[in-house]
């Protein structure tokens, strides 16, 4: 690698005062602004909390404007400490409001949505770490929206295969997706020491060997890698029979947490998106905007688990190309 390139990704090249153009957010108007207000407001009167505030999502106003949002349950602090991420971490000393999964059932059955995700925070101070919980939640759902296809976007709960079971067998997500957040360098700088990138793709693998339909992951980019460790990153994922992925840039929540290293450009976005294809991922979203929980993503999925057309992968920007509206 080149000496100038080799500083690029240790940090030492100061970065851009303001973000590039294709990482600015346009917020929503007219009646996109009367939705995500009206969709924040149900929110709040059904005591739901969301990971697109809890994380700062730059999608939120557009997701919102929309009428998708990605729902987390088991509370609102994870016992985890991971430096991108600006969920609240504590111990919630075994507290589950028992009411939630019957209330997130019933609170998502009138929203109107077709395609929900519900994720969660990590519960090291459950046994099953929430996932018996989670499998109620899901089927709760299920009971009040037999035709709502859920994507679950979970933790790894502590390398446990029977909790991962647990889930896929007794809640039977149409979509079962585990993150591995960064590249195998980074995952011990990065993610909580709890956490390992082989513990996440045996979490991925168990699911598929346990029944789900479909598995999907996900990476950040410009927080330390390199082009390389992210395309070796892609075909281990591959070799664990994930299905969707989705490569996005990270973006600095608070100045506590993990600096960005560099914006990466949307050609090598592109490069990802091209690649995975080849690899063999049902579907790449690959983008400076896109995150875990993508509507370009969703949609396709949607287009999959109901038999429809499967819409157009995402842009080199990110965007979205012909996609179905989901609400």
Known sequence: ??????????????????????LR???PSGAGQERFEALKGEMRARDLHTVCEEARCPNIFECWAQGTATVMILGETCTRGCR?????????????????PENTGRALAGLGLAYVVLTMVDRDDLLDGGAA?????????????????????????QGQRRDVETVVRDGAPDVFAHNVE?????QRSIRDARCSWERSVSVLRWAKEAGA???????????????????????LLREADVDVLTVGQYLQPTKKHAKVQRYVEPGEFHRYEEAGRAMGFQFVASGPLVRSSYRAAEAFLHGVLTGKTAPAAVDRYGKKKRLAVLS
């Open 1 to 22: 690698m080149a000496p100038r390139r080799a500083a690029l990704y240790e940090g030492s090249m100061s970065l851009p005062d303001r973000k590039p153009r294709w």
């Open 84 to 100: 991108f991420c600006s969920v609240n971490t504590g111990n919630p000393q075994g507290f589950i409001d028992p009411r939630e």
């Open 133 to 157: 919980h989670v499998a109620q939640t899901i089927r709760r759902i299920q009971h009040y929206s037999p035709d709502l296809l859920v994507e679950t976007l979970l933790g790894d709960f």
């Open 182 to 186: 960064v590249v195998p360098r980074l």
């Open 213 to 235: 339909q479909v598995t999907k992951s996900s990476l950040m980019v410009g927080i330390g890698e390199t082009e390389a460790e992210v395309l070796e990153a892609m075909e």
């Open 25 to 27: 957010v346009r917020l």
